[in-house]
DNA sequence: TTGACATATGACAATATTTAGATATAATCA
DNA sequence: TGATTATATCTAAATATTGTCATATGTCAA
């Protein structure tokens, strides 16, 4: 394999590693509506403040969020919005594959 | 948030959790080219044995690849293509992601 | 049946991730 | 200036992931 695609390979990585965790994959559906200050992340994903600003973090890191100081506040928003197309196109992935799952079970039920 | 969605969301994290590994992405590589058996996968992504059988396990528990016994070998194969889709469609992201760093880069130093 | 082979599994150490709580920082306002 | 607010960072414990080695399992062939 060539070096290179090791390479990209390894940031692919990250960034499916940073999609990997229910939190952060919440605060992307925050997102969808536009950016957002971090006081708004709190309530909607229901953890403490220290632990969504560690998520940001890792969601920052990987550029998949970029931010902004406002006043106080500080403003998340997408960098890219093809990752929401990503997102759903694993959704539905992983819907069709549990619908296999269940009529697997039909199936066996059946016999 | 919905309980169902944040089930769902689990599952996708899951998912995106099995992505998250260059030896696992370089698996899955070699799987473009169709089903092939376990020995196949050693030399290609140069690991040990036990090594990518661990990481073979962890794929197929997140559905993304399936097995089957074919004699002595076992052979795994991609459980729904539109895997690829999801993975060639961050390696844009990526990519673009690098390309808008870089020209970042330049600007700065024009100045 | 025995031996050789391909693969999976279990145990373990090293390392990374996650979470909560305490504290630091930086901007605003009285 | 000092108090207040929003967010980030540090620390430490709990947990999860990774890679390696040793061993188990299941299949085939002699």
Redesign the interface.
């Known amino acids: 394999?060539a070096k290179q695609s090791?390479e990209?390979?390894?940031?692919?990585?990250?960034?499916?590693?940073a999609?990997?965790?229910?939190l952060?994959?919440?605060i992307l559906?925050r997102l969808r509506g536009g950016a957002c200050c971090v006081c708004k992340f709190i309530p909607?994903v229901g953890a403490e403040q220290s632990n969504v600003s560690h998520h940001l973090a890792i969601l920052k890191k990987a550029?998949i969020v970029r931010c902004e100081k406002r006043g106080l506040e500080v403003w998340y928003g997408i960098?890219?919005t093809?990752?929401f197309?990503?997102?759903d196109?694993?959704?539905?992935?992983?819907?069709?594959?549990?619908k296999r799952k269940s009529e697997l079970l039909k199936e066996m039920a059946r016999r």
Chains 1, 2 share one sequence.
């Open positions: 394999m090791e990209i390979m390894e940031l692919e990585a990250e960034v499916f590693n999609l990997a965790h229910p952060r994959l919440k559906e909607y550029g960098t890219d093809s990752i197309k990503i997102i196109m694993l959704e539905e992935c992983v819907i069709s594959n549990l």
